[in-house]
């Protein structure tokens, strides 16, 4: 093709001087066509270009890992009182179910980081390392909705690792490899680049955002890693988009520095905590960048601030927009919850707040865990009322979290429904706000308990679903 090139150049100069008089051979100061060279490599430089030294450098600390959970099975003549004269109410031999995907270590005194839907329900977790070695796996800490867990697998003799990289130092077009155990056929290494960065809005219980990639990424893949050239570890492959279950060359991996954040609190052996601000924020619209004299929507605005929180202490007010912390811009809620999960707990940061007047300003706020105030003072529901079979407790910001539901909330809220239950007939789902019953506003867990049972003539009930107010008659 480079040739086709330079021919058609040299083409259209002759005939551009004929066409002009000029001779057709070119003149002493006319500059002649460089014509390609063509010749075998003559250096091993030349030859070799491969990724093979990166490889051999982390691929020994990138695991497999089976994870397997007894499922009970009952019998098929269960609930039939002719059978069960004979058989009784007998329970099947529980069914095995296992799932298969990878892991990083990131300690050599064996603490695995995986994702937490590779593990979720597990009864039984085992290990197997690239030199074919097999470890019985402990379950340190798993979070849902970082979708991060941490195992502990243990031998006398120090494990590799994959050093933690600064993911903030990623750029769009950087070199990065995958490696996992894609449907279970092996360890195998993928290349490709870094596609975006900041992706949020995956599915419906991500947290923060991700790093994307073109490196090829399958099931099996999930918990393994995403190396940079410097053989660091830049994220842990999670999730791929794809209509037919296969790589279609869009990846997403959880950055490197919520991956940190995280095994810190498992090495602590502490649990992962958010730290608390006490505000509720939504994203910043074209039309309120246009009010508050933003050059484009970007930012997090405060939608509710919570009286004596962190944020009302730091003189945050409903209407301000977040727009940067520690020097990072905040692209919107998820940018700033990804900011505040890997800060840290016990620590000051510093924020640059849009006010609605159009004044920017930096303000200083504490990070703090979450309290429980009031008591969650869980109960649960029982008795001839239609609310037997749920658990209530009081909410607080350390138990909203819990439930990923806004720190802001307040209130008597659903923990958990026994499917079976009264409460489940009635239609009382987990997250559930119980804001008044026969009239009167709930107060705690214990005043629902108490009143729950006084409904001779009926119960009107009110809840706060997903920000709508149900009204629930029952008779």
């Not at 330079?6 to 014509?35: I, Y």
């Not at 397997?68 to 069914?95: C, I, T, W, Y």
């Not at 005194?109 to 590779?118: D, K, Q």
């Not at 197997?128 to 470890?135: K, P």
Request: aromatic letters at 6%; hydrophobic letters at 40%.
């Amino acid at each position: 093709m480079t040739r086709l090139k330079l021919a058609g150049a040299a083409l259209l100069l002759s005939v551009s001087g004929l066409a002009q008089g000029a001779s057709a051979q070119p003149s002493a100061d006319m500059p002649v066509p460089v014509q390609p060279v063509e010749r075998a490599p003559s250096a091993q430089a030349e030859i070799k270009l491969t990724f093979a030294p990166l490889v051999k450098k982390t691929a020994q600390a990138v695991v497999n890992v089976y994870a397997a959970k007894r499922v009970p099975e009952r019998s098929p003549f269960a609930g039939d009182p002719f059978f069960e004269q004979f058989f009784g109410n007998q329970l099947r031999r529980p069914r095995l179910e296992s799932s298969l995907g990878s892991g990083v270590i990131v300690d050599s005194s064996g603490l695995i980081v995986t994702n937490n839907h590779v593990i979720e329900g597990a009864d039984e977790v085992r290990v197997a390392l690239a030199d074919g070695r097999e470890f019985d796996a402990k379950i340190l800490l798993k979070d849902k909705r970082a979708d991060l867990a941490v195992l502990r697998i243990e031998s006398d003799q120090p494990f590799p690792v994959v050093p933690i990289a600064d993911s903030d130092s990623a750029e769009i077009g950087d070199l990065v490899l995958a490696i996992g155990n894609p449907f279970g056929i092996g360890q195998t290494v993928t290349s490709g680049i870094v596609s975006a960065l900041a992706r949020t809005h995956l599915g419906s219980d991500d947290f923060g955002y991700f790093i994307q990639t073109d490196a090829a990424i399958n099931p099996g893949n999930s918990g393994g890693a995403l190396i940079d050239m410097k053989g660091e570890l830049v994220g842990v492959n999670t999730a791929i988009f794809s209509r037919s279950g296969g790589s279609l060359g869009i990846g997403f991996a959880i950055p490197s520095n919520m991956v940190r954040a995280f095994v810190d609190a498992a090495r602590d052996g502490r649990p992962f905590l958010r730290p608390y601000i006490g505000a509720s924020f939504v994203p910043v619209t074209s039309d309120i960048a246009e009010a508050i004299g933003l050059d484009r929507p970007s930012g997090a605005l405060i939608q509710g601030v919570v009286d004596g929180g962190p944020a009302s202490e730091a003189g945050l007010r409903p209407g301000d927009v977040v727009l940067s912390m520690d020097g990072f811009p905040i692209e919107g809620p998820d940018s700033l919850g990804y900011r505040l999960a890997t800060a840290g707990l016990g620590r000051q940061t510093d924020l640059t707040v849009r006010s609605g007047d159009g004044k920017t300003e930096r303000v200083r706020l504490e990070l703090d865990e979450a309290p429980e105030t009031p008591a969650r003072d869980e109960r649960n529901l029982e008795g001839q009322t239609p609310f037997s079979g749920a658990s209530v407790a009081n909410l607080s910001p350390r138990l909203a979290d819990e439930l990923e539901m806004a720190q802001t909330k307040r209130g008597v809220v659903v923990t958990e429904v026994d499917p079976r239950s009264p409460a489940a007939r009635l239609g009382l789902q987990p997250k559930d706000i119980v804001l008044s019953l026969n009239g009167r506003e709930v107060a705690s867990s214990a005043d629902l308990e108490r009143r729950a049972e006084d409904g001779r003539r009926g119960w009107r009930l009110e809840v706060e679903r997903d920000g709508k107010v149900l009204t629930q008659f029952v008779r």
